[in-house]
């Protein structure tokens, strides 16, 4: 686990708690899984803020110089993937994240604090 992907986390976390994110949730999936280090999950309450949260992520990585490899979504959906390789995000709508309860599928990972990343 690099010291990257924790500051990664980290420029995720804040950007989705500007644009008031609820419920935001970091797994530990290292010890799991081989596709990330962590997975931050977030959910907003309309179209409108899910888009301002995806934008927040897309241009704090991009201003730490962080490219995304793909994004999976767009600006109708109510759940969007974004793969930064060593980190997922899942912005959903609230209802999706029910719905989906990915939480659940990822429960063998260890779900950590903003602050054990600094």
Same mark, same amino acid.
């Given at each position: 686990? *690099?010291?990257?992907?924790?500051? !990664? @986390?980290?420029?995720?976390? /804040?950007?989705?708690?500007?644009?008031? +994110? &609820?419920?935001?949730?970091?797994?530990?999936?290292?010890?799991? *899984?081989?596709?990330?280090?962590? !997975? @931050?999950?977030?959910?907003? /309450?309309?179209?409108?803020?899910?888009? +301002? &949260?995806?934008?927040?992520?897309?241009?704090?990585?991009?201003?730490?110089?962080?490219?995304?490899?793909?994004?999976?979504?767009?600006?109708?959906?109510?759940?969007?993937?974004?793969?930064?390789?060593?980190?997922?995000?899942?912005?959903?709508?609230?209802?999706?994240?029910?719905?989906?309860?990915?939480?659940?599928?990822?429960?063998?990972?260890?779900?950590?604090?903003?602050?054990?990343?600094?």
């Amino acid at each position: 686990m *690099s010291d990257t992907s924790k500051e !990664m @986390v980290r420029i995720i976390y /804040d950007a989705l708690d500007e644009k008031l +994110a &609820m419920d935001i949730v970091i797994l530990k999936i290292d010890e799991i *899984s081989v596709i990330a280090d962590y !997975m @931050v999950i977030a959910n907003g /309450d309309n179209p409108n803020q899910l888009q +301002a &949260m995806l934008d927040n992520v897309e241009m704090r990585m991009d201003e730490a110089g962080y490219t995304q490899k793909r994004t999976e979504g767009n600006k109708n959906s109510t759940w969007t993937l974004i793969d930064y390789s060593d980190v997922i995000v899942n912005i959903f709508s609230k209802e999706d994240r029910l719905f989906y309860d990915i939480e659940r599928i990822w429960r063998d990972g260890k779900s950590i604090q903003r602050d054990e990343l600094d």
